[in-house]
């Protein structure tokens, strides 16, 4: 495997974005991302991109093609990646994989997505369908927002994790988002808010859960060999890609107090990097709802089993904190575009590591500069964990 | 629900023929109030949901079986904010139980109040039939 760096990075505004067809969306976050890595179009060898609703929440069918058109990217290698949530990691690594098989010098991963087409009950019915149709939401119309509900009664069951717990988690990313301009929730939260808001499926309530979001994020990876030629001054490294799936049914799980799709990733990851999770100066986790959060902390190793609670309630996941995590608002309010995710995670993590076009007041002090995004889809039926580093 | 200037897409309704031959004792069980489930022949692993082929052992030789009905209750949701076919439904309650032999079911909780669920509790898988007449399982109470 080559060495692989990210050398361009764009992302677009979050939020309700009526004003973009999905071409136009995706190129708010292309040309700054090519601008970024001063290259052209004509630069990029492979396109990766990721879209989970075509045809189905927006009117394209096969996004690839209208967006490479679009963005003048006609003549490269293409594809549509679908990892559910994940889809945009899925096309980060693709995009990784291509350049560091030495198959392309350029490639770009972009993830775009459009969710406010349609109607929430609409939405609601396709994602709920996302798991597996026939046993789960056919016959019992499993949401998910329920899916994780499921295991956020289990963890609280198990581990004593109580309501005022998922409602730090969203007071925290509700913070960061606010100081975040690209951001689709911008108010801030408290927890007596979060606490009595809608319940949606119990225990977890509206502030527990991600918005609607249309958005994109756009990625370009280069070889070693490019980063020299195009005199890269400070390249962000692919340091590892780790994954794995989960059962698509979750009655088939082990247990429901953590995903072990995030395990399995998070060790390939770490093993991969050479690194253990306390060398990491900040993360990106996968918080679709805040038990997810929660979760995750435990999954990647910042913490033991069944403390994930303490850890938020301690403050230990905020800036100045032992492991700064969604420092840009998470997908709980910067906004979960779901094929974008991905890559704006990369986007971020890349924009932390240089430590320097990110909002001051969230940036995070940088000790080893290293960083790891991780990526669920679904409840861990897919995981991706990338780890970057400069 | 664009706020902005929009063209209205061509509208399509779609549903699909869900294949169920080789599932179809399930089916049938249901109405003779069974949940039955799968067993290989080869490796002894039992599915449920029920399936044709083992992805243990890749074998196709199954059998059916019929599961017991005590289950434990892992977990539940109160699912409130419903998709749109469900929209007629009153919010529900979705468990996942772990059943006697070993597999675990997913399905609604009823007849229970609410402040009665609890991980842990014990609850009795039931094939039943919905008010329009579809054959289907859920936990109930036991008797």
Known sequence: ?390 | MASMPAIRSREIKVAQDIPISKTLPFWEGLKQGKVMATKCKKCGKIYFPPAADCGECLSSDMEWIELSGEATIETFTHVVIRPLTFQHERPYTVAIGTLKDGVRVLAWLTGFRPSEIKVGMKAKLTATTTPDGTPIYVFTKPT
């Open chain 1, 1 to 390: 495997m080559k060495r692989v760096a990210v050398i361009g990075v764009g992302c677009s505004k979050f939020g309700n974005r009526s004003d973009v067809t999905i071409s136009e969306l995706a190129f708010e976050a292309f040309k700054p991302a090519i601008e970024d890595a001063g290259i052209t179009p004509k630069d990029v060898e492979f396109v990766a991109l990721s879209s989970a609703g075509a045809g189905a929440w927006y009117e394209e069918n096969l996004p690839a093609v209208v967006v490479s058109e679009y963005c003048g990217l006609t003549g490269a290698g293409l594809l549509r990646s679908e990892a559910a949530c994940a889809s945009g990691s899925a096309a980060f690594a693709t995009a990784y994989w291509t350049v560091a098989s030495g198959q392309a010098d350029i490639a770009l991963a972009i993830g775009v997505e459009k969710m406010r087409q349609i109607d929430t009950p609409t939405m609601v019915e396709f994602i709920g369908r996302s798991g597996y149709y026939l046993w789960e939401f056919h016959l019992f119309g499993l949401t998910f927002p329920g899916y994780y509900a499921l295991h956020a009664t289990a963890h609280m069951a198990k581990y004593g994790t109580t309501e005022e717990d998922l409602a730090l988690v969203a007071v925290k990313n509700h913070k960061y988002a606010s100081m975040n301009p690209i951001a689709h929730l911008r108010n801030k939260v408290t927890v007596e808010e979060a606490l009595s808001s809608p319940v949606i499926a119990a225990p977890l309530k509206l502030y527990d859960c991600c918005p609607i979001s249309d958005g994109a994020a756009a990625v370009i990876l280069a070889s070693e060999d490019k980063v020299k030629e195009l005199k890269v001054e400070d390249p962000v490294w692919v340091s590892a890609v780790g994954y794995a799936c989960g059962t698509a049914n979750l009655s088939k799980r082990r247990d429901y107090v953590g995903l072990d799709s995030t395990v399995k990733a998070a060790q390939m990851a770490y093993r991969l990097a050479n690194i253990t999770p306390d060398q990491l100066d900040v993360a990106l986790v996968h918080d679709c709802f805040t038990i997810a959060e929660i979760m995750a902390y435990e999954d990647l190793g910042f913490c033991k089993k069944g403390e994930g609670a303490k850890l938020i309630r301690e403050g230990q996941t905020e800036i100045g904190g032992k492991i700064p995590v969604n420092v840009d608002g998470g997908l709980k309010a910067k906004g979960h575009p779901i094929g974008a995710t991905g890559c704006a995670m990369i986007y971020e993590l890349t924009k932390q590591l240089r430590g320097e076009a990110v909002e001051r007041s969230r940036q995070v002090p940088m000790k080893n500069y290293i960083g790891l995004a991780h990526n669920v889809g679904g409840t861990g039926h897919y995981c991706y964990v990338t780890i970057l580093r400069r």
